[in-house]
Every structure is written in C-alpha cells, then in structure tokens.
C-alpha cells in the first residue's frame, strides 16, 4: 500500500497562503489523494481529494505533480481556524484509506 | 440529522475484560469503518464493511471483531481488552462516490 509523508509541522502567518507538502512516491496509477483535517482531538474533517488533476473547492487547493509522486494542500487565507493536524491520505482500492502521521499547522495572528 | 454517533464517549476496562464500542448514521451511507488513533499518530484502519453483511479487514484487525448489524450499525468488539488497545477509536461512514464522515471518537483506557 502506498505510504505518505509529511512535514511534522508548519507555522504560517494568518492571512497568508498555507502550503502543506506531501510526498506519495509509491501511489499507483488507480489511487486518489485525499486531504483532511483534524481539529483538537475531533474526528477527521474532509477538505479534497484528487487523482491526477489539479482541485479546488470552497475550502483548498489541490496541486498534484505530473508524475503523482507529491501534491500541496493550499489554503489560500489562512485563520486562527485552520490551525490543526493536517493528513494526506491515499485511498488504496474503493475502501481502504492509509493515514500518514500528518501536519500540524499553526496559524499565527 | 445526527450523522455519525459513538458510544460510550469514554470507556475504562482492565485487561482481559470485554466490550463492545458502538456506531450508527442516519445518512444511508453504505460504506462503514473503524479506526484506532494512538497519541501523536495518525489513525489506522481496523477493519471496514463495504455494505450491509461484509465486513474487511484493514492496516490492525487483531484483537477486534466487527459485526455490520444492518446499514445503520457497525459495532467493533474487544474480546480480551489489552493495554496495547488503549487508544481512540473513530467510527465513519461513506456514500458510493463521496468522502468519509467521522463520529467524535470513543476514548479506551485499558488498565
């Protein structure tokens, strides 16, 4: 199962963008990225997800390299309220889901 | 809605004793699964049901059962509880094509 891998953890600047790298060197062809958060001890939130291309929704941005072996979570404005644990994830198959040991990110006023 | 629930909250055993942590959602979700979630860690799936009566297992199925009562309840038992198994246990469901939802955690103090 492809692992991941990420920074233990970051601070940015509120207001700022927040770019949090992850490294899937090992992902196959048919596995999706996934992004999600986890505030204090609160269950996972979900944020994206992708395959190949590049996502965006309301919350992040998806960058996703061309070989598929890293992406960077960007969240554009950064608050007070994005301070958490940050996990990249590769889903192997339809239902399994690998957790790495993720990011957690500091927003600073 | 409720979404996902969890009981108990908080749960104390000593070792070799047994319980059973419980999981419902009212979101028609087909897919379920659990999760332990050790200090500092990452969460690491224990086994997931794809759909009503099947159940796999996932990353650290021993020690734990599962039972997928029907689409609403997925229920993760300790036989002989370990201190080894003290931890947070997540439950979560998914729709066919969407993402998971999270329950708020059960936290397992095994003495």
């Known amino acids: 199962d492809a692992k991941t891998t990420q920074p233990p953890s970051m601070d940015c600047a509120e207001g700022r963008a927040a770019n949090l790298p992850c490294n899937h060197s090992?992902?196959?062809?048919?596995?999706?990225v996934y992004w999600y958060r986890q505030i204090h001890s609160q269950g996972p939130q979900y944020i994206i997800h992708?395959?190949?291309n590049n996502e965006t929704n309301e919350m992040a941005s998806l960058i996703i390299t061309e070989d598929r072996k890293s992406s960077t979570l960007i969240l554009p404005h950064a608050t007070l309220r994005d301070t958490a644990v940050y996990y990249c994830?590769?889903?192997?198959?339809?239902?399994?889901?690998?957790f790495g040991t993720g990011t957690r990110l500091k927003v600073l006023a | 809605n409720a979404g996902v629930t969890q009981t108990p909250k908080f749960q104390v055993l000593k070792t070799g004793q047994s319980m059973t942590l419980q999981c419902a959602q009212d979101m028609n979700h087909n897919s379920m699964y659990w999760y332990r979630q050790d200090p500092g860690m990452g969460l690491r799936l224990i086994y997931y049901s794809a759909s009503e009566g099947t159940t796999d297992k996932g990353e650290v199925p021993n020690g734990y059962n599962v039972s997928r009562l029907n689409k609403r309840e997925f229920s993760l038992r300790l036989e002989s509880a370990a201190p080894s198994q003290t931890s947070v246990y997540f439950c979560?469901?998914?729709?066919?094509?969407?993402?998971?939802?999270f329950g708020p955690g059960t936290r397992l103090t095994v003495l």
């Open positions: 979560a469901s998914r729709p066919e094509g969407g993402e998971q939802f």
């Open positions: 090992t992902i196959s062809g048919n596995e999706y």
């Open positions: 992708g395959l190949k």
């Open positions: 994830i590769v889903r192997t198959g339809t239902y399994k889901y690998i």
